[in-house]
């Protein structure tokens, strides 16, 4: 059962002057530093994405899990997809093992979805090159769906690739460190539908986990249900923030700061008597991206750093050497998502 805990704290980070000042760019980078360095969670508001994109989205999800005919969805059943796009009915997958209540429809980054028009370098997470990967409802089973999601996941994408440079200076790195790590990026997103429950159901939604990728942006419906694990071992329930986005660092970005920012296991229970909606967008950088080691100093506030810099920067000290070796990025995600259990490749993390 979801508790409290007093040392455990999700902060709102209002995005705003991010888009205004250098000044104020700064003032919210480090912000989201702290949150990454304690809980490893943060809500922002006054993001870039619009009521309009969110709303849509949200409603095309219940439209796609609710009226679709099963025969339509079978249609587009991951079974049929090499890379596990497509719907997701609940017993196809379980993250840890549980019998899972939830279902889903994934689709990942292709140029046509994205605000710059892409370079027309996307790779698979095993570096294929293979295009229109992605399994769409008709129009005439969820009309309007394409649409809906490719507005909303486009804004999602511009704001990740913000909050990329957001990142970057909360690790005192050039604003623009990331900007051409980006061009392409691993940018798989699901919808997710949680059936309603009781205030005492022990049902799983989503089993206890670590998201695999940097970070995940997520948009939630109004019924609560996410679940996070305090340092004390607590599960606390994530209130929903109207107008907010949930921000979580992912395991990779946590590997690349060598354990400073905290990828924290988090899981779904949904105890109200609501249906549960979600839109969860996992952003990393380029599936090709090498991930190389330099050296330099760098200095965050009045302390100096000895920094292994990599894709992503790894701040190591001499307590704390470096751990991990390099490695191309969509690599590493193909290795953890094949080290899960039961499940299509790179579902399971997602």
Not at 262 to 277: D, I, L, P, Q
Request: charged share 20%; glycine share 8%.
């Amino acid at each position: 059962m979801a508790g409290s805990s007093q040392e455990f704290h999700v902060p709102v980070i209002d995005l705003g002057p991010s888009y205004h000042s250098s000044i104020g760019k700064q003032q919210i980078a480090d912000e989201i530093r702290q949150a990454c360095l304690s809980s490893g969670f943060f809500y922002i508001t006054s993001h870039s994405i619009s009521t309009p994109a969110c709303d849509g989205v949200l409603q095309q999800a219940e439209h796609f899990f609710k009226r679709s005919s099963l025969a339509d969805k079978r249609r587009i059943h991951i079974e049929h997809s090499p890379h596990g796009y497509g719907w997701e009915p609940s017993e196809s997958t379980s993250i840890a093992g549980d019998v899972e209540t939830k279902e889903a429809f994934n689709w990942c980054y292709s140029d046509d979805l994205d605000p710059t028009g892409g370079d027309g370098q996307y790779v698979q997470l095993d570096g294929t090159r293979t295009k229109d990967l992605n399994q769409w409802p008709s129009e005439d089973s969820v009309p309007g769906f394409y649409d809906t999601v490719k507005t909303y996941y486009g804004e999602a994408l511009l704001l990740a690739r913000h909050l990329c440079r957001l990142f970057a200076l909360s690790l005192a790195l050039p604003e623009n460190y990331f900007d051409s790590k980006t061009t392409h990026p691993s940018a798989n997103s699901r919808m997710m539908f949680y059936p309603a429950g009781k205030p005492t159901t022990d049902d799983v939604g989503l089993g206890a986990h670590t998201d695999y990728q940097c970070f995940t942006i997520l948009l939630c419906s109004s019924a609560p249900g996410l679940e996070i694990m305090s340092p004390s071992g607590d599960w606390v329930q994530a209130p929903v923030v109207p107008g907010g986005l949930v921000v979580n660092i992912g395991d990779m970005m946590m590997r690349w700061t060598n354990g400073l920012y905290k990828s924290t296991m988090h899981r779904v229970v949904n105890r109200t008597g609501e249906e549960r909606y979600s839109v969860p967008l996992f952003f990393g950088i380029n599936n090709d991206e090498l991930v190389e080691v330099r050296w330099r100093i760098v200095v965050i506030g009045w302390i100096v750093l000895t920094c292994v810099l990599q894709t992503l920067p790894t701040c190591v000290t001499d307590e704390q050497p470096a751990m991990y070796p390099p490695i191309k990025a969509g690599e590493y995600i193909l290795q953890r998502l094949n080290a899960t259990r039961e499940a299509p490749a790179p579902l399971r993390s997602q």
